[in-house]
């Protein structure tokens, strides 16, 4: 599995606050491959994006593609609809 994350957006829209990151799960320690395989599973990632946003003004907006199986999967998600434990994980990465 391939996640590719880039993340734009923050306070104000300042495009400063620009971010990319590639990780293949296949070159992970076992507890974060599994952890990554949990978290950016696309059936999550997509129950994820159904939730309402509430106020997302000035959070940053995460646009996550799964590459997995020869299958692409993308998705975009606001900071308020990832949960703190994944946002942990992006910051790993």
Same mark, same amino acid.
């Given at each position: 599995?391939?996640i ?6 923050? &306070? #104000? #829209?300042? =495009?400063?606050?620009?971010? /990319?990151? !590639?990780?293949?799960?296949?070159? @992970?320690?076992? @507890?974060?491959?599994?952890? %990554?395989?949990?978290? &950016?599973?696309?059936?999550? %990632?997509? /129950? $994820?994006?159904?939730?309402?946003c509430?106020d997302?003004?000035? /959070?940053?907006t995460?646009?996550? !593609?799964? !590459?997995?199986n =020869?299958?692409?999967?993308?998705f !975009?998600?606001?900071e ?8 942990? $994980?992006?910051?790993?990465?």
């Amino acid at each position: 599995m391939i996640i590719d994350i880039a993340a734009q957006g923050g &306070f #104000g #829209g300042i =495009s400063a606050a620009q971010m /990319r990151k !590639t990780i293949d799960v296949e070159d @992970q320690p076992e @507890q974060m491959r599994q952890e %990554l395989c949990d978290a &950016f599973e696309p059936d999550e %990632l997509a /129950r $994820l994006a159904r939730q309402p946003c509430g106020d997302c003004a000035d /959070r940053m907006t995460y646009l996550i !593609t799964v !590459t997995e199986n =020869s299958e692409t999967h993308r998705f !975009t998600l606001r900071e308020a609809q990832i949960p703190p434990e994944m946002l942990d $994980l992006i910051d790993q990465m």
